[in-house]
């Protein structure tokens, strides 16, 4: 039921207030003034112990699912200290990568029966890793096969493209950096900081969420375009590719994310006054070398979109043709849930203007169950 919408994909983004709420419902604990406010993962609490002390955490998935776990990584490194590495499921199967009984091995997959991430997760319960899934799909297969996970209670997700679910998965990996991390006095600030953080952000979805008029002007303005490039780095490197990705799959243009620290490796030869670029500049400790990747692309002419906190307009617009997107600023770990919204969508206009298929993109299938 889509409700007052045109398509499952402007429902589901819409309601990512909700479906945050109820990704973390139950699940945050704010206790008396005294005791800290600390995280209860029901699925995880009985194999904490294992993962802290486990040698290394190797997030597995594919797609979206890929991305939003890039998203969490530097929070779980942050809280952990386990090393933490990536993986696409196809490439981990390709190379028969190293996986060891030392491991903890988390599955991200939305609908839980995704063919490459359900190979893997074989492949590594056959090495002997510790298999955690997180997933949308009570029953789904990555639910019955790992040891233990978290379902992100997402509700379900019709679009192709995932949207809530994306921002459900790394609410719960931020959750799962929490809980990982446990209760080190070092880290208590930190971690309060992060818990209110996620208290209040529903509301700053809601808010981000007005942005939608300006991306339609944006779409608009993109229309008849070949490509669209996104640089971002640190947290918001996941935004990047999670952004492009949307563009892609739906909008049906070419449009890359690029980790912005490899700018001067490659992809500043394409820069020119034609290409439009968007660059994620929202405040965390990257913010002073997203400014001078914003100065070295409009040396280059460079047709520039730039994402910043809100009240940073001035500093980071290089002139007056250079378009803006003020978003909410919130905790560095939780800024990626809010700068993929506007990208969302800008894809989600993109699409329609184009006139494409929103909900089945061409070539494209929800649920991937063949190699
Ligand atoms: C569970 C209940 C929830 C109830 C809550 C009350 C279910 C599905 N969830 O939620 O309805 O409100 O207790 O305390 O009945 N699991 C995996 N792999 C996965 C995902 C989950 O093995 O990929 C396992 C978990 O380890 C856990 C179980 O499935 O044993 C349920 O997980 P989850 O729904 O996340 O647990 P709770 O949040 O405690
Ligand atoms: C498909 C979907 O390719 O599978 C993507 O079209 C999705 O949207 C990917 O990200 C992975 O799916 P899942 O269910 O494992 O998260």
Redesign the pocket.
Known sequence: NKGHYEHYMQKEINEQPESLTTTMRGRLIRRGSNIPKSVLLGGLKDHLKTIRRSRRIVFI??????NAALAARPILEELSGVPVTMEIASDLLDREGPIYREDTAIF???????AD?LLALQYALDNGALCVGIT?TVGSAIARNTHCGVHINAGAEIG???TK?YTSQIVVMVMLALAIGGDTISYQARREAIIDGLFDLPNKVREVLKLDQEMKDLAKQLIAEQSLLVFGRGYNYATALEGALKVK?VALMHSEGILAGEMKHGPLALVDENLPIVVVATRDACFSKQQSVIQQLHARKGRLIVMCSKGDAASVRPNEHCRVIEVPQVEDCLQPVINVVPLQLLAYHLTVLRGYNVDQPRN?????TTQ
């Open positions: 998935g594919c797609g979206t699912s890929y991200v997959s939305q609908s839980g029966e995704t991430t949308n192709v493209a995932s679910a799959e494209l299938a929800k649920s991937v």
